[in-house]
């Protein structure tokens, strides 16, 4: 088809008709006598109708085919343009502001926009190219899109800012420094104090207190809240020490840990600080033996000589009195050996005082600071002590052995209280040389005895003439007969004086000659042993109103302990036994305590 001329054109738009789209989509579409639809073809303007000459123009009531110019122009499906084509987006009215392929339109993709500098990104909603519609749209140094203005800026938020300058400004949209807490506890709760850069941080030197619950402590050099920056900051008993590369609370490993960081606390057990874990992390009181982690009286003279931080010290647990480990300081030392003193000067661990007398003696000058007696070895002849009221005696016999002199008395408790443990009085029964009693408690006196042996008396083992006493855990074998008035008697003999303590407690006696036990008045004798009485009476006197605690031999050994076997063992309820036996064993061993001073 030949072009249509350009005053023809001109005719058509000086009449009034518009070039457009046909009528089907276009309200502008010009209908009437003066004009009709015109649509662009490649070569030129022809009239739409029933029929088309070779290239002419045709009556709207035309018939036929189409001319060989109307093949169909591509189908527009762009937003109405009514103002026809474009070469450019100034052509274009605001409601349609781009040119797009000649005509004028609304963007609907970034894509629509590309090669408009700096205005590469599609605004859905005005369907003008921008630049910027998202986040996304923006890099660099403005990284953030202000969707108001459609402009990439520094930022339009406190999430768009980071660093040392963690606030946004929102009238310049700059990020700037943080000027207080506030500000940084609104952007971000994990970050809530103002760093003296500028920053956000967890914490400072001048804010800590930010820090709390897990984290309860500041960093002020790395400004992070942690668990700890030291062992003090570590208050769960589960993870006491303060691993200070990783500021985290971890268990102990060793006692050093403990030890450093709280005296109170110097042992290492499972992970955990305790108060000890060995004895040396007690002190040297009343309390100076580590039991299950806490520091506890002493019960054993053993604990006390393997206790390696007290000063010189005998090895003598006081736990008849408050638990404490005795020391050099309230000790006189008796050993028979080269030497050994025989005046008052002596009495030390270096120098001992040669007998037993002599030490009781000094005992007595010495009531005010010496007050307990260490007995070594074999001593002749025996002794009396008589201790001022007040101040008791205690003696212990570390393997120490009694012999006294012809016709002589053993140990005479004349006055005052004395503690005796430990201690073997051993008689001589050959003629001639004849030993008397073993040991004598008069009126005046008190008596603890404790894992003692009395043994081989011939005037008696143990006589109590009107004191008062307690007496446990102690063998009486082999003594007798002895006479006393018209009592005959042999391993014990108890006159207990009235209202005064008569505390008599597994006990062996055993094989004694003319009496095993005898007493002038009822005494309870819980956990007895009394076995084996040669030349009657008896074993057991009527007058002492007690039972033996098992009925046959006994099977004792040559040191009076029980052997397997024996009808004396697990016979006594733990409530009526002592607590431990002649050797410091705990009772009871298994359901009941045995018989006698051995728990077996």
């Known amino acids: 088809m030949p ?13 009034g008709c518009f070039l457009a789209p046909h009528k089907e989509n276009n309200p502008d579409y010009c209908d009437g006598s003066s004009c009709e639809f015109l649509r662009m073809t490649e070569g030129g303007v022809a009239p739409t109708g029933g029929g088309g000459g070779a290239g002419g123009v045709s009556g709207a009531s035309g018939s036929g085919g189409p001319g060989q110019g109307d093949a169909a122009a591509p189908p527009d499906g762009r937003s109405v343009d009514a103002m026809g084509s474009c070469g450019a987006d100034q052509d274009c009215p605001t409601s349609l502001p781009l040119c797009l ?33 998202v986040k996304t749209d923006c890099s660099g140094l403005t990284p953030a899109c202000d969707v108001v203005s459609n402009k990439c800026v520094g930022c339009v938020g406190d999430a768009d800012c980071s660093g040392t300058k963690p606030i946004c400004e929102k009238a310049t949209n700059t990020c700037v420094v943080c000027a207080s807490g506030a500000q940084c506890g609104a952007k971000n709760l994990a970050l809530p104090a103002c760093g003296s850069d500028g920053a956000c941080v967890e914490c400072t030197a001048t804010d800590p207190a930010r820090c709390s619950g897990s984290t309860p402590v500041c960093n002020a050099t790395a400004r992070k809240c942690v668990a700890c920056l030291s062992d003090g900051d570590c208050k769960g008993a589960d993870a006491p020490i303060c691993d200070t590369s990783t500021n985290t609370c971890t268990p102990c490993s060793m006692d050093s840990q403990c030890e450093t960081k709280n005296q109170t606390t110097k042992g290492c057990t499972a992970g955990k600080c305790v108060p000890c874990s060995k004895s040396e992390h007690c002190g040297t009181g009343a309390q100076p033996i580590c039991v299950s982690n806490a520091c506890a009286g002493c019960t054993a003279d053993a604990q006390c000589a393997a206790k390696s931080n007290l000063a010189a010290n005998p090895g003598v647990c006081m736990f008849h009195q408050d638990g404490r480990c ?7 030392y008796v050993e028979s050996r080269s030497g050994c003193a025989m005046t008052t000067t002596g009495g030390t661990a270096v120098m001992p005082l040669c007998s037993a007398q002599l030490g009781a003696d000094v005992a007595k000058l010495m009531a005010a ?22 101040k008791p005696l205690t003696i212990v016999g ?13 140990i005479e408790i004349i006055s005052g ?5 430990g201690v073997n009085v051993k008689g001589v029964k050959q003629s001639g040389s004849e030993t008397g009693t073993g040991v004598i408690v008069n009126e005046a006196a008190t008596l603890h005895m404790n894992r003692c042996v009395v043994e081989n008396s011939p005037g008696g083992g143990i006589y109590v003439n009107g004191g008062a006493f307690e007496i446990i855990n102690t063998v009486a074998a082999g003594n007798g007969p002895g006479s006393l008035g018209a009592v ?24 004694n000659d003319a009496g095993g036990l005898t007493c002038s008045a009822p005494v309870a004798a819980p956990g007895l042993i009394a076995f084996g009485t040669t030349n009657a009476p008896r074993d057991i006197t009527p007058s002492c109103m007690a039972a033996a605690c098992c009925v046959g031999d006994p099977m004792l050994s040559s040191t009076y302990r029980l052997m397997s076997g024996s009808p004396c063992i697990d016979k006594l309820s733990s409530i009526m036994s002592a607590v431990d036996d002649i050797d410091g064993d705990v009772r009871p061993k298994g359901g009941m305590s045995d018989c006698g001073a051995d728990e077996f």
């Open 3 to 15: 072009k249509m001329p350009a005053a023809f054109v001109l005719m058509l738009v000086s009449a």
């Open 101 to 133: 392929a000649a005509r004028c339109a609304k963007c609907t993709s970034n894509a629509d926009c590309t090669g408009r500098a700096g205005a590469l990104a599609c605004n859905a909603a005005s369907g003008r190219c921008v630049a910027c519609a």
């Open 369 to 390: 600071t010496k007050q307990l007696l260490v007995l070594k070895g074999q001593l002749t002849p025996g002794f009396t002590a008589s201790p001022p009221s007040g």
């Open 417 to 421: 209280e004395v503690y005796l443990r």
């Open 488 to 511: 005959t008697w042999g391993g014990v003999y108890l006159v207990p004086g009235s209202g005064k303590m008569a505390r008599f407690v597994n006990n062996t006696i055993y094989k």
């Open 326 to 332: 005795a020391t050099d300081a309230e000790t006189i």
């Open 398 to 410: 570390q393997g120490a052995t009694i012999t006294p002199s012809t016709a002589g008395t053993g």
